[in-house]
């Protein structure tokens, strides 16, 4: 901290040195969670606000893990790690929130985490099974509730992904788009007329792609939303 102090921050081009004398602390003292801690969120971070070195933060912070591989604080440190790399490494964002869900005593809302990181990077299946456990270990309402609304926002996602790929087939089978969710169901694609959670059919737009018909039922979701819509803050309900 003195070496990253107001003098050096004023002055300083690079933090070449903060990497270094961060691992030779931790290698005296392995145990000494605070450098692990306030250390990593130094060093991964560019200039001058960091040393600009992600790569050697989480480094740190997994060298911590295998020293003090029951604080689950560090798996938190790590996984925000990877968030706020440019760009955002998300799975691997998940995968550490997700280990640090293991460790006994961990708080539960890295299981929150962990699947929302999953839903950023696309890993529907993966952020699915993660709900579901944040749902199923906690008796917190607030982090069901918000299980549950996730949970449906990833049905929406996988429906219209789906969806666009019948569309997509379609118009190479016939050189021309649906003109409806019928011609799908015409050509043995579809049973009937898809529709969301809610019971609300789905819009098949002009140019074959899949639009929510209330989008502001369902926040979180990352598919099927109007050309310039901006959701307002998710209600959990």
């Known amino acids: 901290m003195q070496y990253f102090g107001s003098r050096h921050v004023a002055h300083a081009t690079d933090y070449k040195l903060l990497a270094p004398l961060l691992e030779i602390t931790t290698a005296l003292d392995p145990k000494l969670i605070v450098a ?5 969120n130094f060093v991964a971070p560019k200039p001058p606000e960091g040393a600009g070195m992600p790569d050697k933060a989480v480094a740190l912070v997994e060298y911590g893990i295998r020293n003090n591989p029951d604080n689950w604080k560090l798996y938190y440190e790590l996984g925000f790690i990877y968030y706020y790399m440019d760009p955002p490494e998300h799975a691997k964002a998940a995968e550490a929130f997700d280990r640090g869900t293991k460790v006994p005593n961990a708080h539960p809302f890295l299981r929150v985490l962990a699947a929302q990181m ?7 299946q993966t952020a699915r099974m993660l709900w ?13 509730k918000n299980a549950v609304t996730h949970l449906r926002a990833l049905k929406v996602d996988e429906d219209i992904t789906g969806l666009e790929k019948m569309v997509a087939t379609y118009q190479e089978q016939t050189g021309m788009l649906p003109a409806s969710f ?9 049973l009937g007329v898809p529709v969301d959670p809610n019971g609300k ?10 639009e929510l018909r209330t989008p502001e039922d369902f ?7 109007p050309p310039g819509y901006k959701p307002g803050p998710p209600k959990l309900h």
């Open 36 to 40: 692990y801690q306030f250390g990593a």
């Open 118 to 124: 999953a839903q950023h990077a696309g890993e529907i």
């Open 132 to 144: 579901q456990a944040a749902y199923a270990t906690t008796q917190d309402d607030l982090i069901r």
């Open 182 to 190: 019928n011609a799908l169901v015409g050509a043995g694609m579809l």
């Open 201 to 210: 059919p789905y819009q098949l737009m002009f140019d074959g792609s899949i």
């Open 219 to 225: 926040p979180f979701v990352e598919k099927g939303l």
